[in-house]
């Protein structure tokens, strides 16, 4: 047996040391009962992630979310390009048996491609054929065709009566209208022509010929023709300048006359000088450059006197135009603006070589009382020019401007020079004489006209015989010389 030995100190006011023998382990007792639990020790350091496992199956669909709200709007796209110009179909009357149907013959208008032609109108749109499209023809009337029953209108034996019998009368038989009732008609009528088939208003430049309607210039069979250039007058009163060939239509009518030469080489005056070529200034007072009133092609010259005269020459003092034997003349110039009673002897001055030359200063717009005395207002002045009776030649110039010491001043513009006793519209020259053939102008009318009427000038009117075929508007009618602004036939 081995012995074990325990020391065990023994507290006390002595120590002391005692002996224990200890014997051999005995037999384990029982369990004894749990103690209470002590304090939580410290979380011990998390462990390595283990992997992850297989996903699981997909849940249920939830409940749809209420909808958010509305987004800001876009920034605009850019503009496309401009499409094409639409066409136009241009349509022709077609026979098809009894029916008449309208064919596509043309297009007008359009851009890009021209649509092709050959269809016809049917009553929702294009279609192939004749026989498919639409019959334009109305039904037949009630009536028996007979075009010779005394009250028809277009009686061809007998107009008059026919017209009688249904108080119906042209503008012709009428003679003139009161132009109040005038203005109504034009106003229902913005043709002019007073309801007529064939008929010209060239001042509204319109036309129609056989009912047929155009432009006044371009009615069918109208001709016309003139050599040189021309002039003609607006109603505000400047002045329209027209190429050779060309109709001298304004809001006046379309003027006529006969063939006339301007001798003085040089009267549009658009010299930068106030001495305008060949002209000759006999010194004294004041000649200024001034824009015209009536053109702006051409040039007008102020005279400003007070103690001087103030006038140009038409040639030098030796010399002058050569005007042949016992002819007249006419020599005119526009008084644009004059400020003093200046009278129209000391405006137009002239001179001539022989002494027996007769001087005459008609009634004109710009001396409204005549003679060399009449106080010259605006418009334009005349003076006539018969050169000598005693078979020579006589050679003659004028002078322009303020010829005695008026204090005042006057312009004027476009002189002109030309073998006739009255004066016509302005032909304007810039070196050299020129001349404007006579206009030429004629109407080819249909059958069954036998009149015309017409009106011109200052509110003149005119009738006589017409008859089918050419119709000459210019030799010999009254209105030569002067605008026709309507001609009706009937």
Request: aromatic share 6%; proline share 7%; hydrophobic share 35%.
């Amino acid at each position: 047996m081995i012995a074990r030995f325990r020391w065990i100190a023994q507290q006390g006011p002595t120590p002391s040391v005692i002996a224990a023998v200890i014997g051999p382990k005995g037999d384990q007792g029982p369990q004894g009962e749990t103690g209470p639990q002590g304090p939580q020790g410290e979380t011990g350091p998390q462990g390595v992630q283990g992997e992850t496992g297989p996903q699981g199956p997909k849940g249920d669909t939830g409940e749809t979310g209420a909808q958010g709200p509305k987004g800001d709007t876009g920034a605009q796209g850019v503009k496309g390009d401009k499409g094409d110009a639409a066409w136009l179909p241009v349509y022709a009357n077609v026979a098809e048996g009894a029916r008449r149907v309208l064919r596509v013959v043309d297009w007008t208008g359009g851009q890009g491609t021209k649509p092709a032609t050959g269809k016809y109108l049917g009553p929702a749109g294009f279609v192939d054929t004749a026989a498919e499209a639409t019959d334009i023809r109305g039904a037949a009337g009630a009536g028996t065709g007979d075009m010779l029953g005394s009250n028809n209108l277009s009686d061809v034996t007998d107009k008059a009566t026919a017209r009688q019998n249904l108080s119906v009368w042209s503008r012709a038989e009428i003679g003139p209208v009161d132009a109040d009732y005038l203005s109504i008609i034009d106003a229902a009528d913005p043709a002019g022509l007073s309801f007529a088939p064939t008929g010209i208003n060239f001042a509204k430049n319109t036309g129609r010929l056989d009912y047929v309607d155009a432009a006044s210039a371009a009615v069918p069979g109208l001709t016309y023709t003139r050599t040189g250039a021309a002039t003609a007058w607006r109603k505000d009163g400047t002045l329209a300048e027209f190429a050779p060939n060309a109709p001298r239509i304004t809001d006046r009518g379309v003027l006529i006359e006969g063939q006339r030469t301007n001798v003085l080489t040089n009267n549009a005056w658009t010299d930068v000088t106030s001495i305008p070529t060949p002209w000759n200034e006999l010194p004294g007072g004041v000649i200024e450059v001034a824009a015209s009133k009536l053109s702006t092609s051409i040039k007008a010259r102020k005279f400003t006197t007070s103690t001087s005269r103030s006038f140009l020459i038409s040639t030098s003092a030796a010399s002058g135009f050569v005007l042949a034997p016992n002819i007249t003349y006419c020599f005119s110039v526009f008084v644009e603006e004059v400020s003093a009673g200046i009278p129209a002897k000391e405006v137009i001055h002239t001179g001539y070589t022989p002494s027996d030359a007769v001087i005459a200063y008609p009634v004109c717009s710009a001396n409204p009382s005549g003679g060399a005395n009449g106080i010259v207002q605006p418009g334009r002045l005349h003076i006539l020019v018969t050169s000598s009776t005693g078979g020579s030649s006589t050679q003659w110039r004028a002078g322009l401007g303020v010829l005695a010491p008026v204090t005042g001043s006057i312009t004027l513009s476009l002189p002109q020079l030309e073998q006739a006793s009255t004066a016509t519209s302005p032909i304007i020259t810039t070196g050299a004489a020129a001349t404007r053939g006579a206009d030429n102008l004629a109407l080819v009318l249909p059958a069954g006209v036998t009149s015309y009427s017409a009106e011109y000038g200052d509110n003149l009117t005119a009738t006589g015989p017409a008859t089918p075929g050419p119709f000459d508007l210019a030799t010999g009618r009254p209105w030569l010389n002067s605008a026709l602004r309507r001609i009706i036939f009937s």
